[in-house]
């Protein structure tokens, strides 16, 4: 188990954390689900989609059930995500009347809702399939018969602001969001972030400058803003002087290009004015008749 997993686990699994996640989708933020009503559950129940992803199973007290998948690399897109994730719930339901039920369900029987949601933590972004008809061929005059399976999907590269409603994950929501656009907003310089939300974006990120904070901040809230800003504001100049450099040297390269053609183009036309013809001047400089020529007309 890598770093980002055992982080994901560590931060998404405490039960306020957990919760407002699905809030942030679901409710705006709204503390419609409540951790205390949350319970771990036996990960037999499902299946693992992949070693790529990270999921944490809880139950919520009415039975429902909660998966969060995070995907764990910065640059891991699954084309396939929306169809595993269906395989994934189907199978979870399936297990679920065999292990509940010993031969059939009964009539009337309604069975829990298993409800999955993607946390993507990439910094590339999601070019992939949100719907089962984004990823399958559906043929003209079948549409009214196919079934559609949407993607319950957060990214946290988008300038969409998601509310968590849950100062942790909000920070960790918004430190993504602030490294991956590389921006910070006025109001956020002085803000201070929750300790684990800033190491477990360093985790995600691996971005040193929130390392740094953290192992000089052993307590408390931290405040992060001023120092990333400063560390955009650097990187942009020495993009900026790398662009002038680049264009001075190129400059100096069409300078000297254009130094040797005048000089060149001197020689041939005195060369010309002693009465030599194109074919003997470019048989003594080894060039071709058309180079000769096709200087003279720039000039």
């Not at 985790?203 to 955009?232: H, P, W």
């Not at 183009?265 to 013809?277: A, Q, S």
Request: charge should be negative.
């Amino acid at each position: 188990m890598n770093s980002i997993d055992i982080e994901s686990k560590k931060f998404l699994g405490q039960p306020k954390n957990f919760v407002s996640i699905f809030n942030a989708l679901l409710f705006d933020g709204q503390q419609v689900l409540k951790p205390e009503y949350l319970k771990d559950e036996n990960s037999e129940l499902v299946m693992n989609v992949s070693s790529k992803h990270v999921d944490i199973i809880k139950r919520y007290e009415d039975g429902t059930y909660l998966d969060l998948f995070v995907i764990e690399s910065q640059s891991y897109v699954d084309p396939s995500m929306v169809a595993r994730v269906m395989e994934y719930e189907s199978v979870a339901r399936m297990r679920y009347i065999r292990q509940n039920f010993k031969k059939h369900v009964p009539m009337y029987t309604r069975l829990p809702m298993i409800l999955t949601v993607v946390l993507y933590v990439g910094e590339s972004k999601w070019n992939a399939a949100k719907r089962l008809s984004e990823l399958e061929i559906i043929h003209p005059g079948f549409e009214d018969m196919f079934n559609e399976f949407k993607l319950n999907l957060i990214e946290l590269n988008t300038n969409h602001k998601y509310n968590t409603g849950e100062k942790a994950t909000q920070d960790f929501f918004d430190l993504l969001r602030m490294i991956y656009r590389k921006q910070i907003l006025k109001e956020d310089l002085d803000r201070e972030f929750n300790r684990d939300a800033l190491y477990f974006a360093y985790v995600v990120t691996k971005n040193k400058e929130l390392l740094s904070i953290y192992q000089k901040n052993e307590k408390g809230d931290v405040k992060v803003c001023r120092a990333l800003d400063e560390m955009f504001e650097e990187s942009t100049n020495k993009g900026i002087q790398m662009g002038i450099k680049q264009g001075i040297e190129q400059g100096i390269e069409q300078g000297i290009e254009q130094g040797s053609e005048k000089k060149e183009l001197e020689m041939y036309r005195k060369m010309m004015d002693k009465g030599f013809e194109i074919k003997t001047i470019a048989s003594i400089f080894s060039v071709s008749e058309e180079s000769i020529k096709k200087l003279l007309m720039k000039a």
